[in-house]
């Protein structure tokens, strides 16, 4: 299921071997995960700790994943 709703946040962890890692949101300091894959059709190939971020999110197997991943605090 997706959520239709961008949402901002920080990259928390990431591991470019692997593309899996965790994003914090700006919203409610809540943990949403990067997944291998979680990157693909956004412009980024790798993130880094720290970078703020916006993307939508999809859930699975109860957990909420990032996808759509789009630059700055504005999506531009």
């Known amino acids: ?3 239709g709703v961008a949402i901002q946040g ?4 990431y591991d ?11 919203e409610d300091s809540s943990e949403v995960y990067l997944r291998p ?9 790798l993130l880094r700790q720290g ?5 939508h999110t999809e859930e ?3 957990r909420r ?6 630059v700055g605090s504005d999506g531009r």
């Open 60 to 62: 699975s197997d109860g």
């Open 37 to 45: 894959g979680s990157l693909k059709g956004s412009i980024f190939r």
């Open 65 to 70: 994943f990032v996808h759509t991943v789009k």
């Open 16 to 26: 470019p071997n692997t593309g899996a890692g965790i994003v914090v949101l700006d």
């Open 51 to 55: 970078q703020r971020i916006v993307f």
């Open 1 to 3: 299921m997706e959520d």
């Open 10 to 13: 920080v990259v928390k962890i």
